[in-house]
């Protein structure tokens, strides 16, 4: 299983990024084979609207089953869920510590998206 | 006659030129205010709405029976506005623009089109001028379908002065597109020049007849001139910095009725405008 992780660094020591659509970088961890990829999301920074959305298919194509980030909008949390994929929000300092809290089960699905928008 | 007033820069005087050369225009003149997220021409114009048109977008409904998940509408759509995996896609009509290529793709004709409303248009007859007013619904995002529904509006017969929204952007392109001339006012400041430069840029990448009016002279200096003189551009009128004209704006009033000192000054710039427009081939910018 592959886990998407928000983050503006290259690595797992890296900060956790707060915010899902304008994440600079996705780290997807996959449990099975212990393998790091990194997924670019530049493209989204500047975008004035739909980078959720974007973010959302981004990971999606990338096969991630679970994100992990600071905080997920009502258009992403729409698609994350229409394709499956379980949203966990996390306060964790950096990607390691959040895998980490994955693992041991600290953290809780999400029920829905834990911010507005940001427009409209 | 089909005149554009644009700025780079908000605030620097679009309205108070477009509604005060429209008042001075000899003849039926149409004004079509396109600001249409901050619509204000109807403050110094009055009058009630004789008409109002809603107008809406398309926007896609999918039937979930034919559809087969192909994923071939959400490849196609450039904003996002319609996103499939695999499944019936989902639909954000708040991001949609309503181009209809979602459903000239699908290959399974399960793609129809509802309206979606994005705003009204109003219209007034005011003396000899028809204002046509766009109003955008707050928190839809896209307004350059609505700003050629106010374009829509206008008779052919009638010269039309448009009223930009200001910057660079979509709803401005949208505004210029098919002007035959466009005057970009402008303050005399740093910031003033500055989003001239970008104002003018754009106009030239579409290929328009240009001039430039300086508003409130006397509050900066004279990089505008300086600047236009290097870059070859016609300063077709300065306006000064006039207490006297700020006090008429605050109570809604026009500059040539309360001051009617400035009308010849803007019938001399309707002169100057009608110059540009016939020596397009010299003062078109490319």
Redesign the interface.
């Known amino acids: 299983m592959k886990i998407a992780f928000t983050t503006s660094g290259d690595g797992p020591d890296a900060p956790l990024d707060s915010r899902f659509g304008r994440a600079p970088k996705f780290l997807v961890y996959d449990l099975d084979g212990d393998a790091w990829q990194m997924l670019d999301n530049a493209q989204n920074l500047g975008a004035?609207?739909?980078a959720g959305?974007?973010a959302?298919?981004t990971v999606?194509r990338a096969g991630a089953r679970a994100v992990v980030t600071g905080h997920c909008g009502p258009?992403a949390f729409?698609?994350l869920a229409?394709?499956g994929v379980t949203v966990y929000n996390s306060a964790a300092p950096t990607v390691a510590t959040a895998l980490a809290d994955f693992r041991a089960g600290r953290l809780a699905p999400a029920r829905g998206a834990d911010v507005e928008g940001h427009?409209? | 006659m089909n005149l554009a007033i644009a700025s780079g820069k908000g605030g620097t005087g679009k309205t108070t030129l477009a509604v005060n050369l429209a008042r001075v225009i000899g003849g039926p003149v149409q004004l079509l205010d396109c600001d249409v997220e901050a619509p204000n021409a109807h403050l110094f114009l009055g009058g009630p709405a004789r008409e109002r048109r809603v107008i809406g977008i398309p926007v896609p409904e999918v039937d979930p029976h034919r559809c087969d998940g192909c994923g071939e509408c959400?490849r196609f759509c450039a904003?996002?506005?319609i996103?499939s995996?695999g499944?019936t896609p989902?639909v954000?009509p708040?991001?949609c623009h309503g181009c209809g290529g979602c459903a000239l793709v699908c290959p399974r004709g399960a793609i129809r089109e509802t309206e979606r409303r994005i705003g009204e248009v109003e219209i007034r007859q005011v003396d000899h001028i028809t204002l046509v007013t766009g109003r955008l619904d707050v928190?839809?995002?896209a307004a350059p379908p609505l700003v050629a529904a106010v374009k829509a509006a206008r008779r052919e017969d009638v010269p039309a002065i448009l009223d930009a929204p200001p910057g660079t952007s979509c709803p401005v392109v949208a505004t210029l597109r098919g002007a035959d001339a466009v005057l970009l006012v402008a303050e005399p400041t740093p910031f003033g020049l500055h989003d001239l430069e970008l104002a003018v840029a754009t106009v030239r990448e579409m290929g328009l007849a240009l001039g430039v009016v300086v508003n409130r002279m006397g509050s900066g200096d004279d990089r505008v001139q300086r600047w236009c003189a290097g870059e070859g551009l016609p300063v077709l009128l300065e306006i000064p910095d006039d207490l006297r004209v700020a006090q008429a704006y605050s109570r809604g009033e026009l500059m040539v009725d309360a001051v009617p000192a400035y009308r010849p000054l803007l019938t001399g710039l309707l002169a100057r405008i009608a110059d540009l427009t016939r020596a397009t081939g010299t003062v078109r910018a490319r």
């Open positions: 004035a609207q739909g959305i974007q959302a298919e999606v258009k729409r698609v229409a394709a427009w409209a | 959400g904003w996002h506005a996103v995996f499944t989902l954000f708040e991001l928190g839809v995002a």
